[in-house]
């Protein structure tokens, strides 16, 4: 098993990898079986206890035994580990850990003494990774077509920075097509109109508009909390012989040839005439047919130009991570093969990323980027926030449909995520004000042994924090880190509301500053980590609401 971190459930994992090692040189366990798949989490069940391993149900059948009779032999060791209270196996062979109240007291001191840094990890080992998001042709201001797959880029590059990752945010500049000729022809008639020359109606196909260029797009997503490290030009890719240069590189690994495609599905062979084509043995890395480098006038096709620029890309880093609209599926496969050639490994993950329906009160507003009517993404940033349409965006997984009410995004309601975390950050820093003001003689330190079983049930759905972040940064899913923090307010919120029927269980008591001073520093405890992982989101933790 690899962990990367000292966190509470990487010590408890290194220290079953210590019994199993130990179970390999009795003899009792054949040596050399791989252990990834051991695992060492929080049960399903919260009642079943605190932790829970899988190693006896993974490992038993390569060492030659059944889950049951291995878990026997890890039970009682694990069991006379210090802070363990009882392992007892379940089922067919799983085994749940009871640990003392001590371990959780001791975690939310941990939490609270490392404050920020708590959750950030060294699991990424200053890997490089290239995250490319966004990446609109620079035909005009960022519109909310853009906007999601600016947040889901965004906050993907802060989680794997936060796990340990050496991140560069790029944007690749489309400004060597068809779409950018015809940006400069607007800009042209705009400029002589500008003259006082009379130009009539802008052409069929012309944009109406002189679009705002890169810089235009730059302040747009920095209205979004949105900044990249670099952005590359397609035009200076392609002008820079990248292109020759990668594919004499494919041609040395014998994947370039000159032949002929199929016809394209779904249209008639008559009206199809084969044409002999330098093609990329893509089918060799799993597409469904090899690609075309070059068109029949000679020049270079789009693929080939991506395939130069992803190279490029390679040469400054180790794994690439591109995220684009839903409407680039067809070209996943292709790039994909393009890279693991080059790499010659695996070495691009694409997220794709799909639209936003934009509702108004649960009427659909439409958009139009050809009539200029569409809306825009500062527009819908000045209407609700930056906050809100960033945390809105990451509260479905990055390929799921989603629609963006703005009436429904700023509901003060716990129907509405967005709300009830910062709300429950928000509660928290008031507490926090109020307990300094009204509770006299507020110990300095707090006494954990006051803490009933109700409120280390919520400090051990914190400490999974930084095993979120982990898992989150390994499947390149930001999302999860919103859905966690909308359970771990809800769990807050509720323990909270106890105080509503029994006085006794608020969290401020101002005759009794030292369950107030134990209480505090649960709640200080949860509101670090709501604040680590909003920070994650590139969200503000509300201080008031």
């Given at each position: 098993m690899e962990q990367a971190d000292v966190t509470l459930y990487a010590r408890f994992a290194a220290h079953l990898d210590d019994i199993l090692t130990a179970l390999e040189a009795e003899g009792l366990l054949a040596p050399g079986i791989d252990r990834k798949p051991v695992a060492v989490e929080p049960p399903r069940d919260p009642s079943h206890g605190d932790l829970a391993t899988n190693a006896a149900m993974v490992l038993a059948k390569k060492a030659g035994t059944n889950p049951r009779a291995l878990a026997e032999l890890l039970a009682p060791r694990?069991?006379?580990?210090?802070?363990?209270?009882?392992?007892?196996?379940?089922?067919?062979?799983?085994?749940?850990?009871?640990?003392?109240?001590?371990?959780?007291?001791?975690?939310?001191?941990?939490?609270?003494?490392?404050?920020?840094?708590?959750?950030?990890?060294?699991?990424?080992?200053?890997?490089?990774?290239?995250?490319?998001?966004?990446?609109?042709?620079?035909?005009?201001?960022?519109?909310?077509?853009?906007?999601?797959?600016?947040?889901?880029?965004?906050?993907?590059?802060?989680?794997?920075?936060?796990?340990?990752?050496?991140?560069?945010?790029?944007?690749?500049?489309?400004?060597?097509?068809?779409?950018?000729?015809?940006?400069?022809?607007?800009?042209?008639?705009?400029?002589?109109?500008?003259?006082?020359?009379?130009?009539g109606e802008i052409p069929e196909g012309l944009y109406r508009t002189v679009a705002a260029m890169i810089e235009l797009i730059k302040a747009d997503l920095a209205t979004l909390g949105v900044h990249h490290d670099l952005f590359a030009s397609e035009r200076e890719v392609q002008e820079s012989g990248a292109v020759d240069r990668a594919f004499e590189i494919l041609a040395e690994k014998g994947l370039v040839y000159t032949g002929t495609l199929p016809p394209p599905k779904g249209k008639p062979a008559e009206d199809w005439e084969p044409s002999e084509l330098l093609l990329f043995r893509s089918t060799a890395f799993g597409d469904d047919q090899d690609r075309p480098i070059r068109k029949l006038d000679g020049s270079w096709t789009y693929f080939a130009a991506d395939t130069a620029y992803h190279m490029q890309k390679l040469e400054k880093s180790d794994e690439l991570i591109n995220v684009w609209g839903a409407d680039h599926t067809g070209t996943v496969k292709r790039t994909q093969a393009a890279v693991q050639a080059l790499a010659g490994r695996p070495a691009l993950d694409v997220k794709l990323v799909q639209m936003v329906r934009l509702l108004r009160g649960g009427e659909l507003v439409k958009m139009s980027k050809r009539s200029g009517s569409f809306v825009t993404l500062a527009e819908v940033v000045e209407e609700v926030g930056k906050d809100v349409v960033r945390f809105t965006m990451l509260t479905r997984k990055n390929d799921a449909q989603m629609d963006f009410d703005f009436a429904k995004v700023v509901e003060a309601s716990k129907d509405n995520p967005v709300f009830y975390v910062q709300y429950a950050h928000a509660r928290i820093s008031s507490l926090k004000r109020k307990a300094v003001a009204e509770v006299p003689d507020l110990p300095a330190e707090a006494d954990l042994s006051l803490l009933d079983e109700e409120e280390l049930g919520l400090v051990r759905l914190a400490a999974q924090f930084p095993r979120i972040v982990d898992s989150a940064a390994l499947a390149h899913e930001p999302h999860r880190i919103a859905f966690y923090l909308g359970d771990l307010a809800a769990a807050f919120h509720a323990l909270w509301n106890r105080g509503n029927d029994d006085p006794s269980r608020r969290f401020l008591l101002v005759h009794n500053p030292l369950l107030t001073r134990a209480r505090l520093e649960l709640a200080s405890g949860i509101g670090q980590i709501l604040a680590n992982g909003l920070a994650i989101m590139g969200v503000a933790a509300a201080e008031e609401m």
């Open positions: 694990l069991e006379a580990m210090d802070d363990v209270v009882s392992a007892e196996i379940a089922g067919p062979g799983f085994i749940n850990i009871r640990l003392d109240r001590d371990v959780w007291r001791d975690e939310l001191a941990a939490i609270v003494a490392e404050g920020h840094a708590y959750g950030r990890s060294t699991l990424g080992q200053g890997q490089r990774v290239n995250v490319e998001y966004v990446s609109a042709n620079p035909t005009g201001p960022m519109h909310m077509g853009h906007c999601r797959g600016a947040v889901v880029g965004d906050a993907l590059a802060s989680l794997l920075e936060h796990a340990g990752y050496a991140v560069t945010r790029e944007y690749y500049v489309n400004d060597a097509g068809a779409q950018v000729d015809v940006l400069a022809r607007s800009a042209y008639l705009r400029y002589l109109e500008a003259l006082g020359r009379q130009i």
